[in-house]
């Protein structure tokens, strides 16, 4: 029997028109366009502005335009994975709601909750429901509305967080394209260095709550670079020697986009040149579930069928990864 590959075969995005950029900021809190941009390399993010309009209302644009790249009928999709921390509501999940907006009347789904390492998990989620044979049309969305989880008055976590979101269609490839190889990690000890502490069961949302600024996204910066630095780097490239690949035989790295100086370690240590890496954080910030499928988006026509890609992300729980593929149109 020939074997099936989870191929990607659309890309849609989409980010708000509003930009909140670092001068905005510096009027906000105490801080300067200087500082953000070398410590981050970000100089405006896009914010979701308009009252009453959630995670769904940018996955859904997204998504619309894959439909219509593909001259698909939203009837024909079988699943959507939602990856975000910022679901509409708690429950139900939002990929129930993008369903419901977009007329995917056939399609089951659900959210999944791997901060800003969501999409990459999604993604191999959604592989292998396309490699068992059962489903023939996945999509795969990484959306975030930080703005709604942003202390503006922390300077040091409002910085660096935009909104957007980004999908993808997996459908089957009998050549052998899409999705090759993937190392997924997890680390529930590091929970404490970037979480939200109340709203959850542990700790119901109460009016002292609210006043403790306790449903805004807690992060300890330097100790999150850190493991970011150490962990994107390693799975990436230990993904490289396992698939005895060095640097020289991918096309692009599509780094989560958290902070420049993490995105060129992972990139010195993989041996890449930087007209290799997609950086794409100057403008968008970091949009936690869709920066690398804002990525692809951003990139795709400059991508050619056969291009071996290395996907990498760091993110809260620690969650953390690296994802190889060969591009497949
Ligand atoms: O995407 C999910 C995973 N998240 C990440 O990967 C984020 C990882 N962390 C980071 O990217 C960085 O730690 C930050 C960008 C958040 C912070 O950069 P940093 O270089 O680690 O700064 P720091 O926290 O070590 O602070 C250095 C100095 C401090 O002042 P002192 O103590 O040296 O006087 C801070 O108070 O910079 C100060 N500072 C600021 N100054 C101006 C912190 N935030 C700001 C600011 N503007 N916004």
Redo the contacts with the bound molecule.
Sequence with gaps: MTKITAAITAVGGYVPETKLTNFD?EKM????DE??RS??GISERSILKEPGKGSSDMAVPAIEEILRKKNLDPKEIDCIICATVTPDMVFPATANIIADKIGATNAWGYDLSA??SGFLFALSTGAMYIESGRYKKVLVVGVDKMSAIVDYTD???????GDGAGAVLLEPSTDGLGIQDSILRSDGSGRHY?HMKAGGSVKPATAETVAAREHFAY???????K??VKGMADVSAELLERNNLTGDDIAWLVP????L??IDATANRMGLAKEKVMINIQKYG?T?AA?LPLCLWDWENQLNKGDKIVLA????GFTWGATLLTWAY
Excluded: K, P
Excluded at 219 to 225: P, S, W
Excluded at 256 to 259: C, L, R
């Design positions: 900021l809190v105490d801080t300067n500082w953000i410590r981050t901060a800003c300077r040091t976590t409002c910085i660096i967080f970037l992060q300890e910066g330097q100790a999150v670079f493991f970011a989560h986009q958290a902070n100086r993490i970091n936690t920066t992300a760091f993110g809260g």
